[in-house]
Structures are given as C-alpha cells and as structure tokens.
C-alpha cells in the first residue's frame, strides 16, 4: 500500500498514507547513502534524524508515527457502516423504550 487515504469521510494529512510512504522511502533512501567510512557522529545524528522522525515522543509514551485508521485499513468501510447501524439501533431502542416504559 503506497498510496490513498485510510479515512472514510474526511481526507486529512493524518490520514494520508503516501506522505508516511514516502517519508519511510526517503529513511531508507537515507541510511543507504551513508557511506560505510562515516565518522561515528555523522551515523549518530543521522540516526537521531530517523528517530525523530519516525518515532511520535509524547511526554509518558513513545509511538511509532503512522496514518490514523492504517490498523483496520482493508475494513474501516465495513467499521463505519457496523457502527452508523449500531448507534441508529441503540437510538431507536432508546426512543422506543421512552415512549413505551416497562
């Protein structure tokens, strides 16, 4: 998957699964053009610049950085519709409920 978005309604950066594609290429691209002579400080702040933007560090945890939704991807269509029926099911449950106590 190297492109497209993984959000059904709203099409955000966030969300924008080539810009994550292309910032992993562009990583990759990176550590292979480091020469094998470089000095122990040029591979140290390379990778500190990989980390930084890779890794989401947000104070107590440490996430690896990654477009909202990409975990259920193939099926976030089918999440959306399970939800929409299942919140229009507890609305009609609950109206039906007010209207008819025990």
């Known amino acids: 998957m190297t492109s497209g978005n993984a959000s059904i309604i709203f099409q955000n950066p966030n969300n924008d699964v080539g810009f994550f594609y292309d910032n992993l290429k562009a990583s990759m691209a990176e550590l292979e053009r480091i020469s094998p002579d470089a000095s122990q400080l040029e591979e140290s702040n ?57």
């Open 46 to 102: 390379l990778l500190m610049k990989l980390r930084e933007s890779l890794i989401d560090d947000g104070g107590q945890s440490t996430e690896v950085t990654h477009p909202y939704g990409i975990s259920i991807y193939p099926n976030n269509v089918a999440y959306f519709v399970w939800s929409a029926i299942s919140i229009i099911g507890i609305v009609a449950a609950g109206v039906y409920w007010w209207k008819n106590p025990w």
